[in-house]
């Protein structure tokens, strides 16, 4: 079910925090952040976040095409590996 369009988008607040003082800045610091459900506002665009993704932090850098979208969908949140029949195959 979607978010009411009332509410507007959902967004922690220390995550617009540290967007605005890495912008504030100047520099091109990665933004850690374990909030995956958080929605890509136009005021990230150009920024890079360390999306947590249960062991690391993965890059995800937002472009226009992003906005709007959960910063979650970016950072897979396993490494498939792949079949071990696969790789005996390549081998030869």
Known sequence: MARSSWKGPFVDGYLL???DAVQSSGRK???????RR????PQFVGLTFGVHT?????PVSVSEERVGMKVGEFAPP???P????DK????K
């Open 82 to 85: 792949g079949h071990a029949a």
């Open 78 to 80: 396993r490494n498939v």
């Open 54 to 58: 249960g062991l690391k932090h993965g």
């Open 29 to 35: 610091d990665v933004i850690k952040t374990w909030s």
């Open 17 to 19: 925090k540290k967007a």
């Open 88 to 91: 005996k195959a390549k081998r």
């Open 38 to 41: 958080s929605t890509i506002l």
